[in-house]
């Protein structure tokens, strides 16, 4: 009998806040150990928390999201348990009532229902390597505010998974929830795997596979322990519930813990902290300022003659979007296609080169009309936007004008002068003309090449093929 592999996902989302859930630490990336941690991620005697509104404002947009229900009430709980980089002793999460709950995620046809998400803090880091017969405690990511977001185990094999997980991270990056970084663990992902028959109803024993922050590494790793498991069973053994962890370099998880479940963590409602309360004018605010959704704005983009392709990237995140929209608003509708060309052609390339973010290009997009209306007059090719003053603009020369004007880039537009070009190309290569007229089309191509040589470049290409052809007539 073959075998089904079941998969849940718990991801954990780190909030795009300046400050940390419960104190005004920062959350800044690669600052030196135990520098970014105040007294109350500290745990000192006499601190206490006060909730990061910021950080609630995120959830409720995932929540929105994700077309979940966002408790109007919601309680912070203490999730006890010892980790030596957890300075409380606990963990302030969320357990019985979170701040969403429900909702889908759509991955192609199939609908992932999402169980849970609920707000709580990340602890420190223990570090290993730098020292020896000992470990350093870094406290810097210790209440750095986390969502963690929790599916139903509607994920069937590792390729169901990663697409979940790459669509989650995808909506999280879009609303500007989260900054999806996952080699800075700003996003990563809990898989709990588990396998049954073919046609059985009830779930098997699942094993949790910590802390996934790759989508590669993820997929390797549901692969592995699901044929894992499914070794065990058919040999006769029994899978026990645990925690395990995915070495990258073997391929393979390993046991890390027996999996805990809710009674060992103690949970009660945290003292310290009142109920969250959520007002609908709250919702509503926050409602009004999230964008339309990625769908939406490639469907946009489609409609006004943006290729599939070009629409994708265009919403490849919100800030290439915003970039693309600027550039279109003042454009006329047959400039779209160009401008999206330009963008995600040599405009991104250049921002690639250089490392830079679209928000720090250095050509800014309310130019691109200007420049394709010096294409769409005839006063220079594609071929010269592209090549000389999109270059020239990134440098800073000017705005396209000044450049044409400064490069010598006008092109012949002069019917006369064309012709009269034409005409000497043709008395020159009267064995190039036959072979055209005999039907051999490169020769075509060569004659426009001559002209074209014979102007350097400047002669109007579609007039020079226009006068070509009607001059030659076969």
């Known amino acids: 009998m073959s075998w089904e592999i ?4 718990e991801t954990h989302a780190q909030l795009r806040t300046k400050s940390k859930i419960f104190s005004g630490a920062g959350t800044a990336f690669g600052a030196a150990p ?35 229900t966002i408790n109007r009430r919601s309680i912070f709980a203490r999730k006890n348990y010892f980790y030596p980089d957890l300075p409380k002793g606990y963990q302030i999460s969320q357990f019985e009532t979170p701040i969403v709950q429900g909702g889908s995620l759509s991955i192609g046809e199939k609908k992932i229902r999402i169980t849970r998400a609920h707000l709580e803090e990340d602890a420190g880091k ?18 750095t505010p986390l969502l963690e977001i929790v599916s139903e ?19 999280v990056t879009w609303y500007g929830i989260c900054g999806g970084n996952m080699e800075e663990g700003e996003f990563r992902c809990d898989a709990n795997v588990s396998v049954r028959r ?44 645990e925690t395990r962890l995915y ?74 979007t915003t970039f693309a929209l600027e550039a279109f608003r003042n454009a006329p509708p047959e400039a779209i296609p160009t401008l999206a060309n330009w963008i995600v052609g040599p405009l991104s390339a250049r921002l690639n080169e250089e490392n830079l973010d679209i928000s720090q290009s250095k050509i800014k997009p309310d130019l691109l009309p200007a420049l394709f209306e010096r294409v769409a007059d005839g006063t220079i090719s594609n071929t010269s936007a592209v090549g000389k003053v999109l270059p020239a603009m990134w440098s800073g020369q000017g705005s396209p004008d000044q450049i044409i004007e400064k490069l010598g880039l006008k092109q012949i537009s002069d019917v006369s002068v064309i012709e009269k070009l034409v005409d000497e190309v043709l008395a020159k290569n009267p064995k190039q003309v036959e072979d055209y007229r005999a039907g051999k089309d490169k020769a075509f191509n060569s004659l426009v090449g001559q002209v074209m ?22």
């Not at 922050?213 to 519930?241: D, K, L, P, T, Y």
């Not at 999230?290 to 946009?300: D, L």
């Not at 040589?453 to 093929?465: D, F, L, Y």
């Open 6 to 9: 079941v998969v849940g996902i």
């Open 34 to 68: 135990n520098t970014q941690a105040s007294a109350v991620d500290l745990a000192l005697p006499g601190t206490l928390p006060v909730l990061n509104r910021a950080a609630v404002e995120h959830a409720v947009r995932l929540g929105l999201a994700v077309k979940g």
């Open 126 to 143: 223990s570090l290993h390597e730098a020292f020896r017969g000992m470990s350093g405690i870094d406290l810097n990511r210790a209440g």
């Open 153 to 171: 185990p509607d994920l069937r094999g590792a390729q169901e998974a990663v697409a979940y997980a790459r669509a989650l991270h995808d909506l």
């Open 198 to 241: 073919t046609g059985e109803q009830k779930l098997g024993t699942r094993c949790e596979i910590k802390n996934l922050n790759s989508f590669r590494f993820m997929e390797h790793a549901i692969e592995f322990e699901a044929r894992r498991q499914i070794e065990v069973m058919e040999s006769g053994g029994r899978i026990e519930q």
């Open 247 to 320: 070495d990258p370099d073997r391929k393979e998880t390993r046991s890390m813990r027996t999996k805990e479940d809710a009674q060992d963590y103690r949970y009660f409602p945290d003292p310290d902290l009142l109920p969250l309360v959520i007002t609908e004018e709250m919702i509503s605010a926050i409602g009004n300022t999230m964008p339309k959704s990625r769908e939406e704005r490639r469907n946009e983009f489609m409609h006004v003659k943006v290729p599939a392709e070009q629409a994708a990237q265009l919403t490849s995140s919100i800030g290439v």
């Open 453 to 474: 040589k014979a102007t350097q470049g400047k002669a109007n290409p579609a007039q020079v093929n226009e006068i070509l052809r009607r001059k030659l007539g076969r």
